[in-house]
């Protein structure tokens, strides 16, 4: 049985691509992982080894002789992984439609183009997230990765929405959770490992505030 697969809505995609990879010599993380929910409908995972994304899709589904499937795709088909758009992918060739308002419409195609099924093991992705009992930590971040994170709220269609990190300490992977997100998503982003000055106010804040008289 060949791969089949449904994401019902499409900015899960574009969401995805933010985490993954860009190094060549680790294929298995430079494209997107699909595998089936225990709840039902499809999860979509991708990472760099720093940054997670993962998603639920509910009304998704995925049909693969084998337990998941690895997917990479172009940005001709990524360019139209927005709100309110549906992928399928089968036999190599991926489709994004645009749904219509109109009752017993059928979608309409806006996109179709290769994709390429990568053939590797994704990691054990569950074995790094974030325990339980997490909480604001003192730790600190890669702002391009932090940067990011604000890529996927606004593939989301929240450009302006706030961010949560959690935790456990300092030195363990954090949750990323985005407000007002109507998807079942979250985030997962390691901290740097660096020495930051202690958090106190600094004493070159403080004085007088200059006046006219002092001019």
Same mark, same amino acid.
């Given at each position: ?20 990879? #860009? ?58 992984? #927005? ?37 590797? #093991? ?94």
């Amino acid at each position: 049985m060949s791969t089949k697969l449904l994401i019902s809505n499409a900015a899960h995609i574009a969401a995805a691509q933010v985490c993954v990879s #860009k190094e060549e010599t680790r294929y298995y993380l430079v494209g997107i992982h699909f595998e089936p929910a225990p709840q039902g409908g499809v999860l979509i995972i991708s990472t760099d080894g720093v940054r997670m994304s993962i998603a639920h899709d509910p009304d998704g589904y995925l049909e693969t002789d084998n337990p998941s499937v690895i997917v990479n795709f172009g940005k001709d088909i990524l360019k139209h992984c #927005k709100p309110g758009n549906v992928l399928e992918y089968a036999d190599g060739k991926a489709t994004v439609s645009r749904t219509l308002d109109r009752v017993g419409a059928e979608p309409e195609q806006i996109a179709i183009a290769m994709a390429t099924e990568i053939d590797g #093991k994704f990691p054990e992705w569950r074995r790094v997230l974030p325990s339980d009992g997490h909480r604001c930590t003192n730790a600190g971040f890669n702002s391009g990765y932090l940067a990011d994170f604000h890529k996927i709220a606004k593939a989301y269609g929240w450009p302006t929405a706030a961010m949560q990190i959690t935790g456990a300490d300092a030195k363990s992977p954090h949750w990323v959770v985005i407000s007002g997100l109507d998807v079942e998503w979250r985030g997962v982003l390691m901290p740097v490992q660096e020495t930051f000055p202690e958090l106190e106010r600094p004493d070159w804040v403080d004085g007088k505030a200059p006046t006219e008289a002092d001019a």
